[in-house]
Nanobody, 121 residues
Framework: QVQLVESGGGLVQAGGSLRLSCAAS????????MGWYRQTPGKQRELVAT???????NYADSVKGRFTISRDNAKNTANLQMNSLKPEDTAVYYC???????????????WGQGTQVTVSS
């Protein structure tokens, strides 16, 4: 199976920056997509950014120009650099990976436990 562990969340003032990291481990044959979603209480989880392979990033309109997603395919890691943070960016951020475990022919969505990001005004 595949495990995802996020790190880098915390408390920051509006206008500040944070960098989230996600490391995938386990019996991994291949990871297709890695990305980040976020969720606030009472709301559905929403896409923040995804990256297929090392190209073609996809961003939510609300974070374009402020957030940058990157991957290290050799290390099975993904990062989310968040700049110019706003109070509305406050949420639990989840790492996700569309991965195929060793011995399997199927790709499956995997999720991390989440990391809290709080932006104060």
């Amino acid at each position: 199976q595949v495990q995802l562990v996020e790190s880098g969340g915390g408390l920051v003032q509006a206008g500040g920056s944070l960098r989230l990291s996600c490391a995938a481990s386990g019996s991994i044959a291949r990871i297709n997509v890695m990305g980040w979603y976020r969720q606030t209480p009472g709301k559905q989880r929403e896409l923040v950014a995804t990256l297929t392979g090392g190209r073609n990033p996809n961003y939510a309109d609300s974070v374009k120009g402020r957030f940058t997603i990157s991957r290290d395919n050799a290390k099975n890691t993904a990062n989310l650099q968040m700049n110019s943070l706003k109070p509305e960016d406050t949420a639990v951020y989840y790492c996700t990976a569309l991965a195929r475990p060793l011995g399997s022919m199927r790709f499956t969505d995997y999720w991390g436990q989440g990391t809290q990001v709080t932006v104060s005004s």
